[in-house]
């Protein structure tokens, strides 16, 4: 029997590597997690120590087909987020980020309960305001390679304000920036999991392009324990906010200091540039400072730390070569 407290959370997209946290987290704060997925960009290693934990449940299940489930309430992460697998299948990412959106807000319509949506920095596209704040309404390429990503999680947007005018949804938008740590999938194809292998591996370190475009990245935990706070605001508070952290770098500076932390032999080199890659990406994260009293904590030193442990783990790994 479940205490007062105790609320049923369905966590989509629960086996990757943001939604491994998240179930993790919410089991450690108490709750039933019901974990849904289709393994797209996953497998069950990500929540294999979770397999007979008696408050968790695993559910294989596609968002773009309707989920008839009892649930408190929902965060739907469920969703490819590295570019080389939300490229593989575009058609199937438009689909999972918009019929998955419809499905999920009629389910919290018929539960009358909230729900969160993991959304990205990647509906500002390539930006050219800089840093970016929510009020930004973004540079996107309807037709180019990342629109599948961009636009599918910009009409998920639009849905889910949709829903909260015309229904009354309690919604919660997140706008997440690049987040890395433990329990990237090796061959994720993300640039801090990609580098950090590259070097542990003594292989060329692949800059695309010159390196000089930036990002800022945020470390796992952080980014955790702010959907948490953001989930918690009051009825009125439906984002978009920001996630991420303000300390924006180049990939090449990236790629620099990972080398020099591993003491990594390998050499960086350069590979084209892919289309539409934004240039520069730092979040403005005054709303979420203020609304959820929220900012990073984790500095890069001690993320990168931990996650090169956790890689060096990995490929030391019997049968786990990592290919
Ligand atoms: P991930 O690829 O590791 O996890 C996504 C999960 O969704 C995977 O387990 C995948 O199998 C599952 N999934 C994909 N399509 C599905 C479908 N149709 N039905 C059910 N499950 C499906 O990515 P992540 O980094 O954990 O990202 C989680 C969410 O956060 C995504 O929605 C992503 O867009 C968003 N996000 C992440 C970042 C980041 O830096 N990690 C940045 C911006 C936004
Ligand atoms: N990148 C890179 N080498 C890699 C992987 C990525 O130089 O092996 C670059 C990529 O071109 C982009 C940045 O790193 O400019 C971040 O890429 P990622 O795929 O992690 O996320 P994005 O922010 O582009 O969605």
């Known amino acids: 029997m479940r205490g007062l407290t105790t609320q049923r959370v369905l966590v989509t997209g629960g086996a990757g590597f943001l939604g491994s946290h998240l179930c993790d987290w919410l089991l450690s704060r108490g709750h039933e997690v019901l974990c849904v997925d289709n393994f797209y960009s996953s497998t069950k290693d990500g929540i294999s120590h979770l397999h007979d934990h008696r408050r968790f449940e695993l559910l294989r299940h ?127 194809g993300r640039v801090v999991s990609n580098f950090i292998i590259q070097a542990l591996r003594n292989e060329p370190i692949t800059v695309y392009g010159g390196g000089t475009q930036t990002r800022a990245f945020c470390y796992v935990s952080d980014m955790i324990s702010a959907f948490e ?45 892919p289309s539409d890659d934004p240039v520069q990406r730092c979040p403005d994260i005054t709303r979420a400072r203020e609304i959820l009293g929220w900012s990073p904590k984790v500095g890069l030193d001690e993320g990168l730390a931990k996650t090169i442990a956790y890689f060096e783990q990995v490929l030391a790994a019997p049968g786990q070569s990592g290919t």
């Open 62 to 188: 596609d968002v773009t087909f309707p989920l008839h489930v009892e649930v408190d309430q929902i965060y739907n992460l469920a969703c490819p987020a590295s570019p080389i697998h939300y490229q593989h299948d575009p058609v199937q990412t438009t689909k999972t980020s918009v019929h998955g959106a419809i499905n999920l807000l009629g389910l919290a319509k018929r539960l009358r309960c909230r729900i969160f949506q993991a959304s990205t920095s990647e509906v500002y596209g390539d930006p050219n305001v800089h840093p970016q704040l929510e009020n930004y309404w973004g540079n996107a390429n309807p037709i180019g390679l990342r629109a599948c990503y961009d636009e599918g999680k910009r009409c998920a947007e639009t849905l889910f304000y949709d829903y909260h005018r015309q229904h009354g949804l309690l919604i919660k938008i997140a706008r997440i920036f690049n987040t890395y740590g433990p329990r990237m999938h090796v061959n994720d």
């Open 229 to 273: 706070l953001m989930m918690e605001t009051p009825d009125a508070v439906t984002g978009p906010v920001n996630l991420g952290s303000p300390d924006e770098m180049s990939i090449r500076t990236l790629a620099e200091l990972i080398v020099d932390k591993t003491g990594s032999g390998s050499k960086i080199i350069e590979k084209p540039l």
